[in-house]
């Protein structure tokens, strides 16, 4: 793919402060795109939008009411922003569940919903759900995640039937454990519910369905963002593309 596959193309990633999201904001940037990076963190959404010559765009998408009435110009559109918390069904606070929902699928959908007249009217647009392994099967103690990947997995396959005829596709990109802090941060919450060490957890829970025995790297799942918003992709869409290593080998 060239560098400047992308070039006169808006990109708004959210999350895009840290992670697999400052990883895609910087992929997209590579190949031409003028990237809007979307995190409620000032500082870091503005540190990546300097690195890459883009712009922060400081935005708490939990607070999905003022995303209603959204108009949003955006040729790629990435929805990456996303929080964990593991616990079992009896022991999960209700408004942590309905966090997720809002933060993982309501607001996915209002930048949807704002994109879409902008990349209908050029006939050309991109929506890459960060999606999961979890939206494509269930683990024990992640009812809230498992039920808001599953959602995303929806909303995409709609998007896409829906943008076909104006040029734009909609996929979703399915990772295993991601080398993020997100991923760091439930481990403590995995041992404290499997009554296991860190460790253990990785071995155990994190990499044991999978074939390859390693985190996935930020970098490896903005390649496959990349190349689903670049010329080569037009026939992908409606798609879930994981990256589990093997996972759904088994």
């Known amino acids: 793919m060239s560098s400047t596959s992308l070039a006169g193309r808006r990109?708004?990633?959210?999350?895009?402060?840290?992670?697999?999201g400052a990883a895609c904001a910087?992929?997209?940037?590579?190949?031409?795109?003028?990237?809007?990076v979307a995190d409620r963190d000032e500082a870091a959404a503005t540190a990546v939008a300097n690195e890459v010559n883009g712009e922060a765009w400081v935005v708490d998408l939990d607070n999905t009411r003022a995303l209603d009435g959204l108009a949003l110009e955006a040729d790629v559109l990435v929805n990456n922003a996303g929080i964990q918390v593991v616990?079992?069904?009896?022991?999960?606070?209700?408004?942590?569940?309905r966090r997720i929902q809002r933060l993982m699928i309501e607001a996915p959908f209002l930048l949807v919903r704002a994109a879409?007249?902008?990349?209908?009217?050029r006939g050309?647009?991109?929506?890459?759900?960060?999606?999961?392994v979890h939206g494509l099967i269930a683990s024990p103690f992640k009812v809230a995640y498992v039920t808001a990947k599953h959602a995303l997995e929806g909303?995409?396959?709609?998007?896409a039937l829906e943008g076909a005829a104006?040029?734009?596709t909609s996929n979703c990109v399915n990772p295993a454990y991601v080398r993020t802090a997100l991923v760091e941060k439930q481990?403590?919450?995995?041992?404290?519910?499997h009554g296991i060490s860190e460790a253990e957890v990785v071995e155990k829970v994190l990499l044991t369905e999978q074939s390859v025995k390693r985190l996935v790297e930020p970098e490896e799942v903005a390649s496959l963002v990349v190349w689903l918003t670049g010329p080569h992709a037009g026939m992908a869409t409606g798609g879930s593309y994981t990256l589990d290593g093997g996972w759904h080998a088994r």
């Open 11 to 20: 990109a708004v990633v959210t999350g895009g402060g840290a992670g697999i």
């Open 26 to 36: 910087r992929a997209l940037a590579a190949e031409g795109a003028h990237v809007v």
């Open 87 to 97: 616990r079992p069904i009896e022991e999960f606070d209700p408004e942590d569940f």
């Open 116 to 121: 879409l007249p902008h990349m209908y009217a």
């Open 124 to 132: 050309w647009g991109r929506v890459v759900n960060l999606s999961s």
């Open 155 to 159: 909303l995409s396959k709609v998007t």
């Open 166 to 168: 104006h040029g734009v």
């Open 187 to 193: 481990i403590a919450d995995q041992a404290r519910v």
